[in-house]
């Protein structure tokens, strides 16, 4: 993990990194099918990551031999393992003289349904980086060697990354993720991260914990009786930050670096009031003596609870859906509550308009029309963007199964100004029987916001069996701010 002096602005990185996605009810149906992930194994590998440090000056740093070699070891491994496997070339923004990221497919699922499970490669200068991040390299490559092996039916891709020069800034994950097109980026559905994830005085940290991707790791640690807390001292620290920057839902797992264990987390986790790695990015994070197995070994077995509760076994059914093309009576001011004097949600094919970036998007993510507030563009971005309060549009009603793990999955994008604030928001709420219950909530902020779609899935089983209907919310609370919003593509499962 790089050090908290070089963290750059992350204000922009808030694009869907707190929707949520369904974890599903049946979580221990899912971890009696998902394999172990070999701790021994993972031992074999940082020891491998070690034993090349040593040969190589001490270090494994992105632009020396040591890197190289590491790249080589990996590279070779999962290539034999009949992945699809390119070293990719950071020609930008990376340390001259860097070496490549690791980019691995496995075969098969949908392509359109991406998670990537990624570590950075290489180690700081100052030593071999047993802890901070072979540990979290390790347990990658192992867990995409395990899917080799177990060849499970794949329901979703799964593409495995190896990131260079993230110690000297995030560099190598951040040009793949400015690399892609707006369709890749929008295929890939989750992104972990593992980053030092064998502190020997660790804790069980989780980045972005309330996320969707977040919670089906959570599940894991609940599954087993371990206590998780959100990772606050790596938030914008690793190679999840480029992901969260250009849409994409991110989680991942971390064990602790320089900041010291509170008297808390000791009652909590065991160990000591000291720091969670007393040789954070230095020559003493060597392996054994600074790889936890225990926290190691764990980490392991999260990841593949992820990946296999995520994207393998028989894809779900459709229970309803509605991409916009035509009109299927989903009802604007549903109350009579609304207060926005402009910018009410419309069905249409949407005008692009642009204010210091894209603000209303003048493209759906399939066919010609979404759910868009004030389709039209006019003489200026401001003209028909929310004004003045709160726009909300409603769904019709729909039946939802009595039984299963029900999910809504829909596409979706806030943009505004810097003259936003935190009273501004996009909401996608569940009315049930019971009431109204908020599912996901974006608010707003003090920056400039582009608009980029994005993905968000969220449990619906709590209401099976009922008549449910899907409430969209966006505001402009704040004043004078610039606010539009968009949703296309919804659809709800049963698996």
């Known amino acids: 993990m790089r050090p908290p002096s070089i963290l750059r602005c992350v204000t922009a990185m808030t694009l869907a990194a707190v929707a949520t996605l369904a974890v599903p009810a049946t979580a221990n149906a899912a971890l009696l099918a998902t394999p172990d992930v070999p701790l021994a194994n993972q031992k074999a590998h940082v020891q491998q990551f070690q034993n090349i440090a040593t040969a190589n000056g001490g270090n494994r740093r992105s632009t020396t031999a040591g890197y190289t070699a590491s790249v080589t070891y990996v590279y070779n491994q999962l290539s034999a393992a009949g992945f699809t496997v390119v070293r990719q070339n950071c020609t930008s923004g990376c340390t001259s003289g860097a070496g490549p990221n690791v980019i691995a497919d496995w ?25 901070d991040n072979a540990s979290g390299s390790a347990t990658v490559l192992e867990l995409a060697l395990t899917l080799a092996r177990t060849n499970p039916q794949m329901r979703n891709h799964v593409r495995f990354a190896f990131w260079t020069d993230e110690e000297q800034g995030l560099n190598g994950s951040e040009f793949y993720a400015n690399s892609l097109s707006s369709t890749e980026r929008a295929k890939i559905k989750g992104y972990f991260n593992f980053d030092m994830v064998g502190s020997v005085n660790g804790g069980y940290f989780i980045n972005r914990i309330s996320s969707g991707v977040g919670q089906v790791l959570k599940a894991y640690y609940d599954s087993i009786g371990v206590p998780t807390e959100e990772n606050s001292e790596g938030a914008g620290r690793s190679d999840d930050a480029p992901f969260n920057a250009i849409g994409v839902q991110t989680s991942g797992v971390a064990a602790g670096a320089s900041r010291v264990k509170t008297a808390a987390q000791v009652t909590k986790w065991g160990g000591t009031q000291s720091a969670f790695d007393p040789c954070y990015h230095r020559a003493c994070d060597t392996y054994p003596s600074n790889v936890s197995d225990t926290l190691l070994n764990r980490a392991g077995d999260a990841a593949a609870h992820a990946l296999w509760t995520l994207a393998t076994g028989a894809p779900p059914t459709v229970v309803w859906s509605d991409t916009f093309e035509t009109a299927t009576g989903w009802t604007v001011n549903p109350t009579g509550a609304d207060t926005a004097t402009t910018g009410a949600w419309e069905r249409g094919d949407p005008e692009a308009t642009t204010s210091s970036g894209a603000k209303q998007l ?27 309060g709160t726009t909300s549009v409603r769904s019709p009603a729909i039946t939802l199964p009595a039984s299963g793990t029900l999910n809504v999955t829909l596409s979706w994008y806030l943009a505004h100004g810097s003259n936003s604030s935190s009273a501004d928001f996009f909401r996608v709420s569940v009315v049930h029987s019971g009431g109204t219950t908020a599912l996901f909530t974006q608010a707003g902020a003090a920056t400039n916001r582009n608009g980029a779609w994005g993905q968000g899935t969220w449990s619906l089983s709590a209401y099976a069996g009922q008549s449910v209907r899907l409430l969209i919310e966006a505001a402009d609370a704040s004043g004078a701010s610039l606010v539009e919003a968009g949703v296309d593509d919804v659809t709800i499962t049963q698996s």
């Open 107 to 131: 075969p098969g699922g949908d392509a359109n349904n991406v998670y990537m499970f990624g570590a950075h490669l290489d180690s700081v200068s100052a030593g071999p980086g047993a802890n």
């Open 362 to 388: 003048g493209t759906t993510v399939s066919g010609s029309n979404g759910l868009v507030t004030g389709r039209l563009a006019g003489s200026a971005a401001g003209d028909y963007d929310i004004d003045g």
